[in-house]
C-alpha cells in the first residue's frame, strides 16, 4: 500500500516555527518531485513549495518564499518543509504530495499521490 503521511504540525504564535515531515512507504518516491500543498476553510489548495529528486530545482509560492525551505532525505523517504516567521495567513491543512514524472509542479491535480493533511494554526 503506498502511503504519505504527514507530521509536524500543531498550534504555534506569529512568529514561531514549525517542521513539517512527510514520509512515505509502499514505493520508492527518491524519484519523484514532492510538493507541499496547504487549504485553508473555504479555500482552493494552493501550492506551497515543490523539490525534484536531484534538489536541482526548488519551487516556492511567492507567499513563502524567504520563510519556508523544503528539502528531501530520498535516504528516507521523506520530504520536509521547515516553516519560519510563520503568520496568521499560514492557518491551513498542509499536504505534501509526489509526482512521479515531472509536469507542472504548481497544480494539485498534476500530482500522483498525496498524504492526508497535517492541520497547521498560527495564532496571532
Known amino acids: 500500500q503506498v502511503q504519505l503521511v504527514e507530521s509536524g504540525g500543531g498550534l504555534v504564535q506569529a512568529g514561531g516555527s514549525l517542521r513539517l515531515s512527510c514520509a512515505g512507504s509502499?514505493?520508492?518516491?527518491?524519484?519523484?518531485?514532492m510538493g507541499w500543498f496547504r487549504q485553508a476553510p473555504g479555500k482552493e489548495r494552493e501550492f506551497v513549495a515543490a523539490i525534484t529528486w536531484s534538489n536541482n530545482n526548488i519551487y516556492y509560492a511567492h507567499s513563502v518564499k524567504g520563510r519556508f525551505t523544503i528539502s528531501r532525505d530520498n535516504a528516507k523517504n521523506t520530504v520536509f518543509l521547515q516553516m519560519n516567521s510563520l503568520k496568521p495567513e499560514d492557518t491551513a491543512v498542509y499536504y505534501c504530495?509526489?509526482?512521479?514524472?515531472?509536469?507542472?509542479?504548481?497544480?494539485?491535480?498534476?500530482?500522483?499521490?498525496w498524504g492526508q493533511g497535517t492541520q497547521v494554526t498560527v495564532s496571532s
Open positions: 504530495a509526489a509526482q512521479v514524472v515531472f509536469k507542472q509542479v504548481l497544480r494539485p491535480e498534476e500530482y500522483d499521490y
Open positions: 509502499g514505493r520508492t518516491f527518491s524519484r519523484d518531485v
